[in-house]
C-alpha cells in the first residue's frame, strides 16, 4: 500500500497487479527481500507507481491468492486474479477514508490480465463500484497457440525454459481448480517422471529459479510429456482458451490501455494485437500502444504515458486536475 506524500480527501486509487513471480509463498512481492531471485520482477512496477503517486494518486498492489498465505495460488485463472483486485480496492476503501470511490485496475503481464478481467462485466470484480478504466501491459493472450509452437522443442534453452517454467505454472493452475487433471497429471501419465519428481518445486521455487537447469528449465517440452502428455497439453490449452482475455465481456463505456513490446517472446505483439482489434471490434475504447522493447523493460518504457492516461481518467472524472 503506497500512500502520495500530499494525502486528500476523496484520493484516487489504483490497484496495480504485478508480473508473474510464481506460485509459492515465497513469490509475494510482500515476502521479497534483497536476496530474492524474484526482485527485479517484484518491483518492475515502482515506476509507473512512483508517477502515479506523484500525480496524488493512492497505489496498492496486491499479492493474488494464495501468495504468501495458506493455499495454492491459482495461476492466471482470470476469476481470482480479478477477484485479488477488486478486493484489493475494498480493503484500502475500508482501511484508508480519504480514498474516494474513483479507481483504475492495471497491472503487468499476469497482473495485466488482472487487470482486463477486472474490468469485465460479468466477472467477480464487477460490483467494485467506481471503476473508472483498465490499463494491461504485455497482457499475455493466446498462450494456447504459443504453447503448440514451442511444443515440440527438442532441448531446453531460451527462451523454451521460460516457456517450460510457465507451462508448470499454468498446470499447477489449473490442477488447484480440477482434480481430475491433477490425477491426470500426477497419477495417470500426464507428466513424465521427471516433472513429476519437479512438482513439488512449483510449491518451493519461484519463477526465475524454476527456469534453471536443475529445475524445470532443464527439461524441454517433449521431456515434460508422460505417456497421455499429449492428452494432459490438450487439456491444458482447452483451458487456456476458455479463459483466456480474448473472450471477456467487457463494460462499452470503460477505457482500456494496453501497452505492448514489439520484441515481447512472452506475449508477442502479434497476438496483443489481435487482442486490441477484437476489442475494438465489439465496440470496446481501447488504446494500443507499443514500445521497443521485450517483456518486462515494456513497463518502464510505458510507465511515463500511462500514468499521464490514468491520471487524465481520474482528472476527467473530477472536472479538473488534481
Not at 488482472?114 to 494491461?136: F, K, M
Not at 483466456?244 to 514489439?262: E, S
Request: charged share 25%; with cysteine; net charge negative.
Amino acid at each position: 500500500m503506497l500512500l502520495p506524500a500530499q494525502r486528500r480527501a476523496d484520493a484516487p486509487l489504483v490497484v496495480y497487479g504485478h508480473m508473474t513471480t510464481g506460485a509459492a509463498d515465497a513469490c509475494a512481492p510482500t515476502r521479497g527481500t534483497p536476496d530474492s531471485t524474484e526482485l527485479r520482477r517484484m518491483q518492475q512496477g515502482d515506476r509507473v507507481a512512483e508517477l502515479l503517486l506523484a500525480g496524488g494518486a493512492v497505489v496498492a498492489r496486491p499479492d493474488y491468492e494464495g501468495l504468501g498465505v495458506r493455499g495454492p495460488h491459482p495461476y492466471l485463472r482470470g476469476d481470482s486474479l480479478a477477484r485479488a483486485m477488486g478486493d484489493m480496492a475494498r480493503a484500502v476503501r475500508r482501511a484508508f477514508p480519504e480514498v474516494g470511490r474513483d479507481w483504475v485496475a492495471a497491472g503487468h503481464s499476469e497482473g495485466g490480465v488482472a487487470a482486463l478481467n477486472t474490468g469485465s462485466r460479468t466477472g467477480p470484480a464487477a460490483d467494485v463500484p467506481g471503476l473508472l478504466g483498465v490499463a494491461a501491459i504485455t497482457p499475455v493472450t493466446q498462450v494456447d497457440v504459443l504453447a503448440t509452437l514451442l511444443g515440440d522443442a527438442p532441448v531446453g534453452a531460451p527462451p523454451v525454459n521460460v516457456v517450460v517454467s510457465l507451462a508448470a505454472l499454468i498446470l499447477k493452475g489449473q490442477a488447484t481448480e480440477d482434480r481430475a487433471l491433477r490425477r491426470l497429471l500426477l497419477k495417470q501419465g500426464g507428466l513424465s517422471p521427471e516433472a513429476v519428481a519437479l512438482w513439488p518445486d512449483l510449491e518451493r521455487l519461484c519463477l526465475e529459479d524454476l527456469g534453471g537447469t536443475d529445475s524445470w528449465g532443464g527439461l524441454s517440452p517433449q521431456e515434460v510429456k508422460g505417456p497421455r502428455g499429449d492428452e494432459a497439453l490438450e487439456e491444458m490449452k482447452n483451458g487456456l482458451r476458455a479463459d483466456d482475455v480474448r473472450h471477456l465481456r467487457m463494460r462499452l463505456d470503460l477505457p482500456i490501455r494496453i501497452d505492448a513490446g514489439a520484441l515481447d517472446s512472452v506475449a508477442p505483439l502479434p497476438f496483443t494485437m489481435q487482442l486490441a482489434e477484437e476489442y475494438r471490434s465489439r465496440g470496446y475504447p481501447v488504446e494500443l500502444a507499443v514500445w521497443p522493447a521485450e517483456h518486462s523493460p515494456t513497463a518502464d518504457q510505458a510507465a511515463s504515458e500511462l500514468a499521464a492516461w490514468i491520471l487524465d481518467l481520474f482528472d476527467h472524472t473530477t472536472g479538473g486536475p488534481r
